[in-house]
Each structure stands twice: as structure tokens, then as C-alpha cells.
T-cell receptor, first 113, second 111 residues
Framework: GNSVTQMEGPVTLSEEAFLTINCTYT??????LFWYVQYPGEGLQLLLK?????DKGSNKGFEATYRKETTSFHLEKGSVQVSDSAVYFC????????????FGPGTSLSVIP | DAMVIQNPRYQVTQFGKPVTLSCSQT?????MYWYQQKSSQAPKLLFH???????NEADTPDNFQSRRPNTSFCFLDIRSPGLGDAAMYLC??????????FGPGTRLTVL
């Protein structure tokens, strides 16, 4: 079945540091890939998405590229801010799960001034 | 703005006392979902409606039920909450295979 693996957290960075959160997936067919962000006490918000190979999703300075050859969708940001402190979930839809989102376990990010 | 609304944001109930959480959407999406989330873990899908068709996950306890009286509203009923049911409950919607849009969640406390 489909699955998503993320790097273990928590991740602690200083403000303006470079961020990478690794995400790899297993799926048949051509899934769509997503990054969701959850700020403390809130629901999940879609951060960015990519629907086919080599697509790059971007939003709020975050980027991720759909790499089919390495089955990866790593999240990057060049300069993090304190306000980016949150939990980040990599996810996919499609393959053998048409309507269900398959989430990774989440990566907690803390950015310190 | 089109959105997913959950009420209440915080719900306190007593052990064994039935509770209902509500979700409404103005997105006119045909699929609605209920998730349970504990301690910033990945959300766990409880069930979803594809239009009026109800789809229960195999490991969702019988204690949890759902109703969708119309396109806009969906309810989560917990018949006899236990301490282990304390969690954040998230409602989401999507248009078929598209991205899911989440509500802010209801945090349930069981005393």
C-alpha cells in the first residue's frame, strides 16, 4: 500500500537558518504530493502541493520538488523565521488510495531567535 | 471566504456521556472526512462521506458514528467517550481526489 516517511524530529534551528525536511513515499501510479503545516492549537493548512513529476510547489518561501526517480518531496526554505515554528506533514493522495490522504508522521520544527 | 467550520473549538465531557461535534463547509465539496489526532501525531482517519456514501475505516471503534444530513454539514457522535478518546478532532473536505481543506479542529477533553 501507499506510505510516506519523514525525517525524525524535533528539529530546532536558529532564525535565518536553512531548512530541509526530508520526505519519501511509496505509491503505485502517479500520486499527488502535499506538505501540510499545523501551527499550535490549530488545524492543518495546505502549505504547497505538486501533482506530477518534476513539478515544484512553492508558498511563503517554502519549496518542494516532486522527484519520481527518487520518490521524494523534500521541503526546503532558505531562511526560517520564528513564525515558521510548527509541525509539518508530508502527504500523498492517489495511487491506490483515491480519496484518502496518506500522512507522514510529522516533523516538529522550532525556530529560536 | 469559503471555509470549513468546526464547533465547538473546545468540548469538555464526562466519561461515558455522549457528545456530538459538528462541521460545516461552504466549499460545496462532495467529500467530507473526520480525523482523530493525538499529540501532534499524524491525523488518523475515522471515516469519510463520498456524497451520501459512508465509508468507515476498519479500525474505527464502534463508539464513533457519523451523520451527514446534507452537503454542508457533517456530525461526529461519540456514544460513550472514554479517557482514551480525548484528542483533537479534525474535519476536512475535498473535491474527489483533490487536496483536503481542514477545519480548525475541536479539542475534546474527557473528565
Amino acid at each position: 500500500g501507499n506510505s510516506v516517511t519523514q525525517m525524525e524530529g524535533p528539529v530546532t534551528l536558529s532564525e535565518e537558518a536553512f531548512l530541509t525536511i526530508n520526505c519519501t513515499y511509496t505509491a503505485t501510479g502517479y500520486p499527488s504530493l502535499f506538505w501540510y503545516v499545523q501551527y499550535p492549537g490549530e488545524g492543518l493548512q495546505l502549505l504547497l502541493k505538486a501533482t506530477k513529476a518534476d513539478d515544484k510547489g512553492s508558498n511563503k518561501g517554502f519549496e518542494a520538488t516532486y522527484r519520481k526517480e527518487t520518490t521524494s518531496f523534500h521541503l526546503e526554505k532558505g531562511s526560517v523565521q520564528v513564525s515558521d515554528s510548527a509541525v509539518y506533514f508530508c502527504a500523498l493522495v492517489g495511487g491506490t488510495s483515491y480519496d484518502k490522504v496518506i500522512f507522514g508522521p510529522g516533523t516538529s520544527l522550532s525556530v529560536i531567535p | 471566504d469559503a471555509m470549513v467550520i468546526q464547533n465547538p473549538r473546545y468540548q469538555v465531557t464526562q466519561f461515558g456521556k455522549p457528545v456530538t461535534l459538528s462541521c460545516s463547509q461552504t466549499l460545496n465539496h462532495n467529500v467530507m472526512y473526520w480525523y482523530q489526532q493525538k499529540s501532534s501525531q499524524a491525523p488518523k482517519l475515522l471515516f469519510h462521506y463520498y456524497d451520501k456514501d459512508f465509508n468507515n475505516e476498519a479500525d474505527t471503534p464502534d463508539n464513533f458514528q457519523s451523520r451527514r444530513p446534507n452537503t454542508s454539514f457533517c456530525f461526529l457522535d461519540i456514544r460513550s467517550p472514554g479517557l482514551g478518546d480525548a484528542a483533537m478532532y479534525l474535519c476536512a473536505t475535498s473535491r474527489q481526489r483533490g487536496e483536503q481543506f481542514f477545519g480548525p479542529g475541536t479539542r475534546l477533553t474527557v473528565l
